[in-house]
């Protein structure tokens, strides 16, 4: 399917302006976010003991919004002041904080679960996943959780119902290549960066984590959605790890 270019909404993890987030609010409720976050409820009812939860990397606030509607107590926060706005007026009542220089605004050993939704892809080298993930463990509890929802290595190269993602610089990427989807739903072009399962699997390891699961959300026949590489392979991964 050919894109209409129109409209179509910019978005990258460098520039995160007004106009980016008011047209990201618009994947709430999408397909795409469907199929990649039906399975965390489920993760969260097996590993997760108590409420505190910090939404990490919350953008306009879809990710808290879905920690919120399973009764827990969310705190957001993001590096961008132009999600969190968007966040704010999706989630009124749930408090949303700015991080500066890679620092969480919260307490050592605050937090029952750390959800990362569509955060890990957006960021750029292997130094900074790691000292993201490393900002993540230390305000986890000891027993805490960390749940990710990133870019599986499929993601660009496959026929998906909800991103096209057949573009040029698509072809052969490497690991922290740049690479490009757009998203139908909500007419956004995003560049994330291109990491595969190992690159994460190293990336868990090297801050201190150790992996529970390591799954592969796929369309399934039952659903309302015409899924089409979905069926067999899938955009995403989720990740559920623990300090060690
Ligand atoms: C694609 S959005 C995802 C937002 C939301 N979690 C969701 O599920 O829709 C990624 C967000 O992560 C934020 N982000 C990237 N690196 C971050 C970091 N090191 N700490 C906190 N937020 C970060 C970005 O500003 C952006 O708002």
New binding site residues.
């Given amino acids: 399917m050919t894109a209409n270019m129109s409209n179509t909404v910019y978005y990258t993890?460098e520039v995160?302006g007004s106009e980016q987030a008011a047209a990201?609010s618009k994947?709430q409720g999408s397909v795409m976010r469907y199929i990649a976050f039906r399975d965390v409820p489920a993760f969260v009812a097996q590993y997760v003991r108590g409420t505190k939860a910090l939404?990490?990397?919350?953008?306009?606030g879809?990710?808290a919004k879905l920690l919120l509607e399973l009764g827990l107590d969310v705190v957001g926060?993001?590096?961008?002041e132009e999600?969190l706005a968007q966040a704010r007026l999706l989630c009124p009542e749930t408090e949303f904080r700015l991080?500066n220089n890679?620092i969480v605004p919260a307490s050592d050993q605050s937090f029952d679960l750390v959800l990362s939704?569509?955060?890990m892809f957006?960021?750029a080298t292997q130094a900074e996943v790691v000292a993201?993930l490393k900002e993540a463990k230390r305000v986890m509890k000891p027993d805490g959780v960390f749940i990710a929802v990133t870019g599986s290595q499929d993601l660009f190269s496959k026929e998906w119902l909800t991103l096209n993602v057949d573009f040029p610089e698509n072809k052969n990427l490497t690991s922290g290549a740049p690479a490009k989807a757009y998203h139908y739903e909500s007419n956004i072009e995003f560049t994330d960066y291109f990491w595969t399962e190992q690159d994460y699997r190293n990336f868990f390891a090297q801050a201190g984590f150790e992996l529970l699961e390591v799954h592969y959300p796929l369309g399934k026949v039952n659903e309302p959605y015409a899924w089409k590489d979905e069926k067999t392979h899938s955009p995403f991964v989720v990740f559920v790890a623990r300090a060690i």
């Fill in positions: 993890p995160k990201y994947t939404d990490y990397g919350s953008g306009t879809c990710s926060v993001d590096i961008s999600m991080s890679g939704g569509f955060v957006c960021i993201y």
